[in-house]
Every structure is written in C-alpha cells, then in structure tokens.
C-alpha cells in the first residue's frame, strides 16, 4: 500500500499570509496526487488534480505543484474561507488502491 | 449538475451489518465513472472504503475487503454499501463520492454527498 504523509500537522498562518503543504508518497505516484479541502460539518471538496489542475470553480490562489513523491499545495494569500483541513490523495492503478495523507489543519495565527 | 445523497440507518448494533445507499441525480449512474465510499471517523482522517462501476466491477480497500460489498442498482440510479461484522471501530461519517478515473487527468472525486453518520453501539 502506497502511504502518504503530509506536513505539517498543523499550520497557522495570518490572513492575506502564503501557506505551503507538503505530501510525501512512499513510492512514486507520478501526477496521480488530489488535493482537497474540508471545512468542519462539511463533505471534502476537490481542489487539485492530476498534481497541479485547478478543479472547477477552484481560485487561482490555490496552485499544487509536484511529481513523483514530492508534493505541496500553496495558498498564496490566505483568505477567512481557506482555515480548514487539506487532504492529499493518490490512487494506484495496479493492485486498485486509493489512499489519503492524514491531514493538514490551517488555523489561523 | 450530478448530486449525491447518502441514505440508511444511523446507528447499528455491535456485529451486525451496517447498510447504506447513495441514490444519484442529475446524472446516470451509467456514465463514464467510478463510484466511491469514503468514511471518516469522528475526529480523523478519511479513509476509502471502495468503488464500483456501472458493470458491477469493483475495487475494495485491502483493511476492509473481507466485510465489505458494493453493489449498483441501475433501474434505482443509485450504489449502495454493506459492511458485515461491525465494531465500534466502523462508527464513521460515512461519504459518497463519483470518482473520476481518467489515464490523462488524473484520478480523483469531484462530486460528494453530504455525508451520514452511522454509530456503532448496543
């Protein structure tokens, strides 16, 4: 099983501040990274895809970079609405396994 | 748009089986995905239980793959989850999710439901 690590566990960072999180693969997952956000009561939205695509609707602010084992997702200027929980997500193809890094929280500082 | 809406009882007895169905609209079930169930525990991190696809194929967690069965319902629109043999350790917010599996963009869920709460307790 292909393991991902994020950190740091938490982050706090001041509004209008850059904030970067980082997710480690245990072995290579080459572009097959996802971010997403969850907000608490709410269901994760998807932000990132294929490493570095924004989804729909997602603001430019947000940028993932990375490939292979090495992974960040910035907010270049954090806004009131982007204090929340981030996952990363890889999926493997071969044997079919899809797995979540444990979270980063971004408080507020 | 394409909406999830997870459904079933909020709270099953130790070593019984936890039941629950993710009814779809705004799309068919039938279209060029994958459908996934996630959960997350109170308090953790979020876990992905498995997925299936229209023709039934399917694709479990290793943890979970003995207890769990994921089954679709064309005529319905709708998948739906079992996890056998519970414990207090299944006691999750349970999530459906249309998960995209593209060779070119990636692969990834782009569309969720809100999620239902299911306790594990006597």
């Known amino acids: 099983e292909i393991v991902m690590t994020q950190s740091p566990a938490t982050l706090s960072v001041s509004p209008g501040e850059r904030a970067t999180l980082s997710c480690r693969a245990s072995?290579?997952?080459?572009?097959?990274l996802a971010w997403y956000q969850q907000k608490p009561g709410q269901a994760p939205r998807l932000l990132i895809y294929?490493?570095?695509t924004r989804a729909t609707g997602i603001p430019a602010r947000f940028s993932g970079s990375g490939s292979g084992t090495e992974f960040t997702l910035t907010i270049s200027s954090l806004q009131s609405e982007d204090f929340a929980v981030y996952y990363c997500?890889?999926?493997?193809?071969?044997?079919?396994?899809?797995?979540f890094g444990g979270g980063t929280k971004v408080e507020i500082k | 748009q394409v909406q999830l809406q997870e459904s079933g009882p909020g709270l099953v007895k130790p070593s019984g089986t936890l039941s629950l169905t993710c009814a779809v609209s705004?799309?068919?079930?039938?279209?060029?995905?994958?459908w996934s169930w996630v959960r997350q525990p109170p308090g953790k991190g979020l876990e992905w239980i498995g997925e299936i696809y229209h023709s039934g194929s399917t694709n479990y967690n290793p943890s979970l793959k003995s207890r769990v069965t994921i089954s679709v319902d064309k005529s319905k629109n709708q998948f739906s989850l079992k996890l056998s043999s519970v414990t207090a350790a299944d006691t999750a917010v349970y999530y459906c999710?249309?998960?995209?599996?593209?060779?070119?963009?990636?692969?990834?869920?782009?569309?969720w439901g809100k999620g239902t709460t299911v306790t594990v307790s006597s």
């Open positions: 997500q890889q999926y493997n193809n071969w044997p079919p396994s899809l797995t």
């Open positions: 072995q290579s997952v080459s572009s097959n």
């Open positions: 705004g799309g068919s079930i039938s279209s060029s995905n994958w």
């Open positions: 999710a249309r998960f995209m599996y593209d060779i070119l963009t990636g692969y990834y869920m782009d569309v």
């Open positions: 294929g490493a570095s």
